[in-house]
């Protein structure tokens, strides 16, 4: 069914940064470039656990979400996150991460549910394509 | 049980996830909207809503953290609601607000949700008014509203606000000429925060300069309170302020102002359904096709063609 009424779905995104890095620069930049692309970006800043991530989500209601890290506890946290979004029934939300992540860890990662790991250096804009191409069209 | 029917219980029964579709949905689809707004409206008008509103900068974000946590204390359930502006050029937003509250997230008497303005003239973005209503029927005791922007957004507060918080801060510079324009009108209360900076009691003078201008008779005489968001110092005399005019409010203006505010909303929903009819109507009619074809020909100019069509509509 199309919506009733005109609607102009706008792309929600949460940005999170889970574990304990201590700069945000990379996520801030992506955040920029998803804004600049018409996206409405929430960025959650440092030091977030996965559980604070989720309940943003859910209480945002996003489409996406961005996880970028750098502190290598991403085979820790990672689970965790899809864990308790599978939990909330937040199983439509699109989940790409970022940051600095082993070649080799990315299997894994894509086997729980992470759709796409961009690397350190990727340029914004193929970020900011992939979004815009794979973000759930949701009625609800 | 339709999808927008079971979205309704669930924000009745307090459910986050509820609340959050349903902000979604009152975002994103107008019909829709209404049909939910008229499930839950019976249920609202229980919470005390707050505006604020300032500068960016002058610590608004880092002051609500605060005063939530202190509203907890007290053992009151909260909602935010924190609006940033749309980007005119790109339709984009970055929605900021949240970062200095997110420590409040696993709280579950606490409910934050950040929303940007979509280009609304009015500046507050249209849902943002059926947002307060959502959480106010999803139980919430006190509704607090943060928006920034000059001028008209921040007057447009007042409608979804009960008690109008204004925050200011030194070193805002010209920042002082908006205090002195819009906001001195519609302040019920107005906050100094960064009140550990030095020169901040400059700023509360400017503020009662300002105030002492306006020399009517008040029933109620907006308060300055100084606070330091980073420590929470004064944000329980704020609360206590916000309470005194929730009291004012409820002995003198509650009646009166929820009748206004009733009133602007009906006008404002007959205007959308009159609006919208007519056009509809004048679409179906030859004449608005021929009148538009004489608009692409250069033979009209719209403004003249649209007046032309509503003249011959009211004979
Ligand atoms: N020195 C000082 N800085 C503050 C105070 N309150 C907020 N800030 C800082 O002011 C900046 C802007 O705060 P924010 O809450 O985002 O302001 P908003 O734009 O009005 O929401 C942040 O860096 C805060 O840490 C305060 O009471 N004293
Ligand atoms: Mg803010």
Redesign the pocket.
Known sequence: MQSEGKSERKIRVLIAKPGLDSHDRGAKVVARALRDAGMEVIYTGLRQTPEQIVETALQEDVDVIGLSILSGAHMALFPRIMELLKEKGLTDVLVFAGGIIPEEDIPELKKIGIREVFGPGTPTDKIVKYVLENAPKREH | MSKVEEIAKGVLAGDKRSIAKAITIVENKPEEAQRLIAAIYPHTGKAHIIGLT??????????IEKMVREYRRRGKTVGVIAVDPTSPFTGGAFLG?RI?MQELTMDEGVFIRSMATRNNPGGIAKATKDAVKILDAAGKDVIIV?T?GAGQSEVDIVKVAQTVVV?H?PGLGDEIQAIKAGLMEIADIFVV?????ENADKTVIDIQAVLQLDDRVKAWNPPIVK?????GEGVPQLLDKIEEHRQFLQRELLQKRSWEKAQAELVEAIRDKVTSSIIEKLKREKRFEKILQQIVNREIDPATAAEKLLNQEME
């Not at chain 2, 925060?193 to 900076?197: I, L, M, V």
């Not at chain 2, 606070?227 to 420590?231: D, L, R």
Request: charged share 25%.
């Open positions: 300032g500068p960016g900068g002058a610590g608004k974000s880092t002051l607000d200095r943060e920034v925050v801060a925060n960064k009140a550990d900076r606070t330091v968001a980073v420590t």
